[in-house]
């Protein structure tokens, strides 16, 4: 794959089609990629990687580079192909400059699950085949890939890539998934259940931001909790309770444009299930105004940008479970 | 030297926590290690680090510094600062440990931090040399030898006991108050000690060269070309500010409440757009000058500031959580090719 992906954009490159190529660049280790724009094919042949830790989407970065002279390509996976659409959607890439190589991806891994496998220390990770060989000190443990894949892949909802000017690879399918079965988990708990639950996970954020800058849904130039002018700006909360809020308040902004590409989840560095609350947004927006698949298109509207005689009324929350809640 | 069973290692934590309040690393509910107050039965984490440094428990992350009142041309002062307790914290790793030379260097020159230095005054920090180093340490870089680390006491483990050492006056009073160790030989820890270094040397990184990371060459690193490239995709989040045991830069705010004024200090990161943000405006417009200060403050200017000594101890933690894989290693190796 990464060989094919190499000759295609040196194609595109000596050909004249792009200027810049948008993909993974290697580091240290095998698993520690770096999104990196290529302006050369010495560049590439140094760098660029594709493996199994190519997690990282590559769309939101678009926004900028497609406003720079010239046009760019980019490799993007299935699910990063939503993302895509869902910026193009909102107008936030210039499509006319940019190139998309939609690739084949049979799932990335979490080298956090790596290091719960083989415990402490760990030393290299290397690929063979469908597995990864993971070496420490004292053991070297090989490892199925389908076993410490990102959360997302794990149960991932398409493999079809939705926008593209070539592919490399089969297109795919949207996927029988069982994403939402953890939702649900939490909708049978009781509310207190539910609220501990929610509080012990909220309560170790840092708020370092990461799961916001690294969101494609979240493209504001400036958002509000930064901007000093806004009144809301929000560096530190004041309570713990607050700080939670902030969490509720972005899945509300990013809900039905979200499109569960996972990032946010994959980017927490204290592992904190983001995607649950998105996730519980998209089930709930399936459920009351039919379904819908943010970035799975460009036109169809989004729910929550759309208006029907037949709309719920917003009181559906509240009657919902016998107004218990 | 002293030692215990580690069969016994809840009865010492028992027998600490009943003289003052006691942090060690234990695991969270996804499996990570934190600094957590000791309750009974809480099991030491084996992880190699915690997430979130033990500085965390001395420069929080955000806390009160006073409120102020007003009734009519009246401005009451209020303190409302963390009661001063004196407090315990087991398992920091010698990473960790440097880093307070670090910190102290920064909140305990004048002016004097107090929040900060009454924490200092009132902890007593056991370290605990390191049993599984990682792909992602490189202490050894700079000098740390996590087979002895600093702090009023000094622990190694074996499979199955516990050592224990005390460094300081404070360590030893403390130490002669813990009836439940007993005396031993220093013999084992060589043992532990010779079989650590023997890992740690085998480390991809415990050679990392920082030679010319030096106020020499501050304006031909701070003007290399390769900071576009290094910044390239950063996403500006601070996670690496937040996380790293020596990123102590913060911010001051007020939060009114209708009654009173409180006010706060709270981490600030390096990497934020309004970082700094003064009358003047803003002193780093893009990500790349905000990338470029973390790196060139902590190999560069704290170097420059404080007799050659770095301010990051190879901890590996921006190592292992920076979204993009951005780190400070990268960064090194980059322009150490611009140096040589
Ligand atoms: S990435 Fe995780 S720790 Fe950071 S702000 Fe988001 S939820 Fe909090
Ligand atoms: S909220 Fe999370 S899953 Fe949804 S678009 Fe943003 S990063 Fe992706
Ligand atoms: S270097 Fe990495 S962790 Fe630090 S701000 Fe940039 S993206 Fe975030
Ligand atoms: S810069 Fe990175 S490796 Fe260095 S002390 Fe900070 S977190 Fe640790
Ligand atoms: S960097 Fe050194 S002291 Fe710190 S955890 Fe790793 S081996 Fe131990």
Known sequence: MQKRMIAKATELLNNGTVDRVLGWKTGEFFYDLTPAVFDSVSALEAKFVFNSFSGANLSKYLIAESRKPG??????????????????????ILRENVYVIGVQCDGMCDIDKVRNIIGEGLLSVRKDGNHLIAETFDATKTIAKSDVLLERCA?????????????????????ESDRFDEVARLEAMTPEERFEFWRNELSRCIRCNACRNVCPACSCEKCVFDNDNSGVKNKAAADSFEENM?????????????????????????????HLLNRKFIKDINELYGPYMAG?????????????????????????????? | MKK???????????????????????????????????????????????????KDLFFPQVENLVNFKVTGKQIEVIENRDPAEPFVVFGVRACDLRSFDILDRVFLSEPVDSYYRTRRENALLIGLACSHPSQTCFCTAFGIDAAEPAGDITCWMSDDTLYWRANTEK????????AILD???????????EDLRDRLGRLPLHDLDLTGFDSDNMIKLFNSEKWDELSQSCLGCGTCTFICPTCQCYDIQEFNTGKE??????????????????????????????????????????????????SCVGCGRCLQKCPVNANIVKVIKTLREELS
Request: glycine content about 4%.
């Open chain 2, 261 to 310: 004024v409180k006010r706060f200090r709270c981490w600030d990161s390096c990497m934020y757009s309004n970082f700094t943000k003064m009358s003047a405006g803003q002193p780093r417009p893009t990500q790349k000058e905000r990338f470029r200060q973390r790196f060139m403050h902590k190999l560069v200017y704290y170097p420059s500031n404080n007799e050659g000594i770095y």
């Open chain 2, 4 to 54: 215990l069973s580690l069969s016994n290692l809840n009865d010492l934590f028992s027998a600490i926590a009943e003289k003052e309040n006691l942090y060690i690393p234990t695991d969270n509910s996804v499996g990570q290690a934190a600094f957590s107050l000791w309750s009974d039965g809480a099991v030491l984490s084996e992880k190699c680090n915690t997430v979130r440094s033990a």
């Open chain 1, 246 to 274: 902030f969490h509720i308040i972005r899945a509300f902004h990013v809900a039905s444009r979200c499109t569960d590409c996972g990032e946010c989840s994959r980017v927490c560095p204290q592992h904190i299930p983001l």
């Open chain 1, 71 to 92: 046009k760019i390509a980019v490799f993007l996976k299935p699910c990063d192909s939503y993302s895509f659409t869902q910026l193009l959607k909102e107008h936030r």
């Open chain 1, 155 to 175: 149960v991932c909802k398409s493999k079809k890539i939705v926008t593209y000017d070539e592919l490399i690879g089969e297109q795919g399918d949207v996927c």
């Open chain 2, 171 to 178: 360590g030893a009073t403390f130490t002669d108050s813990l």
């Open chain 1, 296 to 325: 799975a298109d460009l036109n169809t509207k989004p729910a929550l940008m759309d208006y029907t005689k037949d709309d719920c009324e917003p009181s559906i929350v509240y009657e919902r479970n016998g107004g218990a809640q």
């Open chain 2, 183 to 193: 005396d031993c030989q220093d013999d084992p820890v060589h043992k532990l000690q």
